[in-house]
């Protein structure tokens, strides 16, 4: 399980060329962040998607996810270590 934040704009750094180029690009910093899982065997994936931020609450709804589709069989998760991921509530939901 882990989670990537995708800026929805170009994010230049440098760009190399002969000409001068110009690149329209919308104001603003929004960005996608999804939270996902990968089953190991099936290579089936889980996603939780928002436009705001990762949340505790998030990983629970991931945690949800996984839970209905695998009712009756134990789950592993491995986590990394970022604070909304390792906190009380996070585990207390993957005890339960």
Known sequence: MDAAHVVLAPFLGMVWCVQRRFIKAPAGRQRLHVLAALNASSHERFTVENLTYMTAE??????????????GLPITMILDNARYQRCALVQAISQA
Not at 58 to 71: D, G, P
């Open 58 to 71: 998030t990983v629970c709804e991931l945690v949800r996810v996984l839970a209905r589709t695998h009712q």
